[in-house]
């Protein structure tokens, strides 16, 4: 129960007429989509991109406010600021990798290793303020010992605190969460440069070369709007702080997934519509 007497916000199940209603959402986006005569395949990586993001967010540990106090462990902001500061450190990285080598491959890569290193810097930077500045040692509130490194934590965990700092278990979880995040943003972000690119001389009769860089400015536009989207649908997924993946919380990410696939593919379509040749 809430401090108001309501029931508690959050839960682990899926609603099935919500899961239902969104899953037709999906299928009628993809469905208009190979209707006005685009590949599906671009949406399909929209589609997929988003649900990395949204199943990525899950693993970035995410204190809020009680983290800055040393009341609880996790990164002293809000679960999209963070997911987002991720996953685009991670598209930023994948962008410019595919313009340096325009390998679909190593573009991916380099989003998920951008991604991965902007939150293993954050966590490294995070538990050296927590243990050096202000003078507390990582210790979960969710669970007795860590998962990877056995080390215990009732021993540590101040009283009337959820614990604080940063343990092992969430550093890792922020560093997998970034790879995740980075890779989907960078999957979002190339589908939509493949189908700006494809139809932007077109229906501005021009040369390819010519509207490269109108390309990937919107490209890059609209995935980063696409990965807000996706990081806000994850935070209120979670509702408040997460420690990472050994955090009951995370039992919620399939009904985050669903959300964002959804979300994702509605968007992709929208977004194709810029391109949409008319014949006009």
């Given at each position: 129960m809430s401090a108001l007497g309501g029931a508690a916000a959050g839960g682990e199940g899926?609603?099935?007429t919500g899961t239902l209603v969104g899953i037709v959402i999906l299928l009628v986006s993809i469905a208009a989509t190979y209707a006005l005569g685009f590949s599906i395949i671009p949406l399909i990586g929209i589609i997929i991109g988003g649900a990395l993001v949204g199943f990525g967010v899950h693993f970035v540990p995410v204190g809020g406010a009680p983290a800055?106090?040393?009341?609880?462990?996790?990164?002293?902001?809000?679960?999209?600021?963070l997911a987002a500061g991720a996953g685009l450190a991670g598209l930023f990285g994948g962008a410019w990798?595919?313009?340096?080598?325009?390998?679909?491959?190593?573009?991916?890569?380099?989003?998920?290793?951008?991604?991965?290193?902007?939150?293993?810097?954050?966590c490294m930077m995070v538990n050296?303020?927590?243990?050096?500045?202000?003078?507390?040692p990582a210790a979960s509130g969710k669970v007795a010992k860590d998962p990877i490194t056995g080390d215990t934590f009732p021993e540590y965990k101040s009283q009337g605190t959820e614990g604080h700092g940063l343990p092992f278990i969430s550093f890792f979880g922020g560093v997998i969460g970034g790879i995740v995040t980075g890779l989907g943003g960078t999957l979002i972000y190339l589908a939509l440069l493949g189908i700006y690119e494809t139809g932007l001389p077109v229906i501005m009769q021009a040369e390819t070369a010519a509207i490269q860089p109108l390309a990937i400015s919107?490209?890059?536009i609209f995935a980063i709007g696409f990965f807000l989207v996706n990081a806000v649908l994850a935070a209120y997924n979670i509702t408040g702080t997460i420690e990472g993946p050994h955090d009951p919380k995370f039992k919620r990410v399939p009904r985050a997934i669903i959300g964002c696939a959804v979300a994702s593919a509605f968007?992709?379509?929208?977004?194709?519509?810029?391109?949409?040749n008319t014949g006009m």
């Open positions: 899926i609603n099935p800055a106090m040393g009341q609880a462990p996790g990164i002293a902001t809000g679960v999209a600021m990798a595919f313009e340096a080598t325009g390998d679909f491959a190593i573009a991916v890569a380099g989003g998920a290793v951008g991604g991965g290193l902007m939150m293993s810097i954050t050296a303020t927590y243990v050096f500045a202000m003078g507390i919107l490209a890059g968007c992709g379509l929208i977004s194709m519509l810029i391109v949409l």
